[in-house]
């Protein structure tokens, strides 16, 4: 049989190992909230077991019952920590009572009615309650991918809640042997140094969650611009790459837009570069609200931009570009003082079959549709139409117009 203060001691390296680790996530990543609530949870264990081990040098029963809470509380704290990983409300009402319920029943079975199997019973619900409560947020699937961090905890929880029922039965029914506060017979100490083992794998798992969080937010950063917070041209070419392979396959168009701030270079020299970043912000913010779901702006270098109009037609591209010219005329409209107006050309163009899966193809014809907005006027659209005109055509009334480039 393994005496009780050794396992004492090895939960209490364990879980001072693991709260190590924690902090120094906490220092290097500051924003992972989660981080700080497994931190604790590794502390609140590594506690419980201290304090335990002092039922050795006193004779008050006392820090058994400390001991035993506060390793129910490093389970609370533990699920807590995944609720705040996954954006989720905390209840602290909720693991108070599950904390408060847990220290009473085991002061009641060992100072009332001195009752071991029924303390491992309670020790074993009180720990298992929150393990059980965080398995919907681990093993659940987020945008259609799984995180293999979370789904490693929600198995090695689930094992945990295993142990816990084994533990509870066997103590009830004495299989195994009897068991005291100073030695557990062999099955129970099998069990709990199994346990332990589980704890720190469960920790292993809540940082892979964490390393695959912030992979995922690195990735997201590299394909965003700095200045507007839209997408940028590596991101661009991602999408049109993406959406052309689409259209090849299904043979549905889509469209691009390629747009131009109108005397942008006069604006930095004018009233200076931090301005000049303020009317591309601005002109970001605005024309988001004209987009659609789904579609895509981004920021492909200096002052022009580019939307990507999924599953959309030449005449719907045209729709969304007066949308953004509609926008900014009326934002112009409404500039006084020492305001800057803002106006802009758009060229619009549509996947083909002869584009196929070149997106270069796109952004050319784009480009020349754009060049013609800027040839009749700047502050319109026009779209690309690769078929010339076979009989010249009266000019439109409406500037907005479609125009063959």
């Known amino acids: 049989m393994v005496s009780v203060p050794t396992l004492w001691i090895v939960i209490i390296i364990n ?152 533990r509870s039965v066997c103590a009830v029914t004495r299989f195994g042997g009897e068991v005291s506060m100073v030695h557990f017979n062999g099955l129970q100490a099998v069990l709990i140094l199994v346990q332990v083992f589980l704890g720190m794998a469960l920790n292993f798992g809540f940082l892979l969650m964490a ?60 009233h200076g570069h931090a301005a000049g970043d303020v009317c591309l912000q601005h002109f970001t913010l605005m024309t988001q609200t004209r987009l659609r779901p789904g579609d895509l702006l981004a920021r492909s270098g200096g002052d022009e931009f580019c939307i990507v109009l999924p599953s959309s037609t030449l005449c719907e591209g045209v729709m969304i570009a007066r949308r953004v010219l509609d926008v900014c005329r009326r934002d112009a409209e409404g500039c006084v003082g020492p305001d800057i107006p803002i106006t802009v050309s758009i060229g619009v163009a549509q996947w083909t079959p002869e584009i196929a899966a070149f997106p270069d193809r796109l952004m050319a014809d784009a480009d020349h549709a754009l060049y013609t907005a800027k040839k009749e006027g700047k502050n319109r659209c026009a779209a690309y139409d690769p078929s010339p005109a076979l009989v010249p055509a009266a000019e439109p009334t409406d500037q907005d117009a479609l125009k063959p480039a």
């Not at 190992?17 to 949870?41: E, G, M, N």
């Not at 690195?218 to 661009?236: C, F, I, K, Q, Y």
């Not at 168009?253 to 270079?265: M, Q, S």
């Open 15 to 166: 879980f001072l190992s693991l709260s190590l680790v924690w902090a120094y996530v906490i220092r290097t990543y500051p924003k992972l909230d989660a981080a700080q609530f497994w931190a604790a949870a590794s502390v609140a264990a590594a506690s419980g077991a201290a304090l335990s081990m002092l039922r050795g040098v006193v004779e008050s029963r006392l820090p058994l019952v400390g001991g035993g809470t506060l390793l129910i509380l490093a389970c609370c704290l533990a699920e807590m920590g995944v609720q705040r990983f996954y954006d989720q409300r905390i209840s602290w009402r909720t693991s108070a009572l599950i904390v408060a319920a847990g220290g009473a029943g085991l002061a009641f079975f060992m100072i009332v009615d001195d009752d071991m199997p029924l303390r491992i019973v309670i020790y074993s619900l009180g720990q298992s309650i929150p393990l059980a409560a965080m398995l919907p947020l681990v093993l659940a699937r987020r945008a259609g991918r799984e995180n293999p961090g979370a789904r490693l905890a929600g198995i090695i929880a689930i094992l945990i809640l295993c142990i816990h029922a084994i």
């Open 211 to 270: 390393i695959d969080r912030l992979r995922k937010e690195v990735s997201e950063l590299a394909l965003l611009d700095d200045l507007t917070g839209v997408s940028n041209r590596r991101h661009l070419v991602q999408r049109l790459t993406e959406e052309c392979a689409r259209s090849s396959r299904s043979g549905d168009p889509f469209a691009l837009l390629v747009i131009d701030l109108d005397g942008f270079k006069s604006i930095n020299d004018t």
